[in-house]
Nanobody, 121 residues
Framework: QVQLVESGGGLVQAGGSLRLSCAAS????????VGWFRQAPGKEREFVAA????????NYADFVKGRFAISRDNAKNTVYLQMNSLKPEDTAVYYC??????????????WGQGTQVTVSS
């Protein structure tokens, strides 16, 4: 069993930055790939970024390329999502998930509770 806790969300103006953290605990938590997903009201959950367990392989949704960066520190069992140049359309609840690296949320086994990101115009 793996437990995930997100933090770092909040309210920011357009053009600003936030860094989300996903702290993992539990058995072999550092051996899973971790993905970030987001869900806005009335919309489907969508893929944002993912990173392999070793950190050597990352992938991003097209709409965040060049703005967001995912990284991990296995010594701290934490994955980060650095979000720059934020836009109002980035407003959503952001979730981290652990499992096989994939852009499909259905592939992930464990989920955090989510953290709200609100970007004002």
């Amino acid at each position: 069993q793996v437990q995930l806790v997100e933090s770092g969300g909040g309210l920011v103006q357009a053009g600003g930055s936030l860094r989300l953290s996903c702290a993992a605990s539990g058995r072999a938590s550092s051996t899973y790939a971790v993905g970030w997903f987001r869900q806005a009201p009335g919309k489907e959950r969508e893929f944002v970024a993912a990173i392999s367990w070793g950190g050597g392989r990352t992938n991003y949704a097209d709409f965040v390329k060049g703005r967001f960066a995912i990284s991990r520190d296995n010594a701290k069992n934490t994955v980060y999502l650095q979000m720059n140049s934020l836009k109002p359309e980035d407003t959503a609840v952001y979730y981290c998930a652990a499992g096989p690296q994939s852009s499909s949320w259905r592939q992930y086994d464990y989920w955090g509770q989510g953290t709200q990101v609100t970007v004002s115009s």
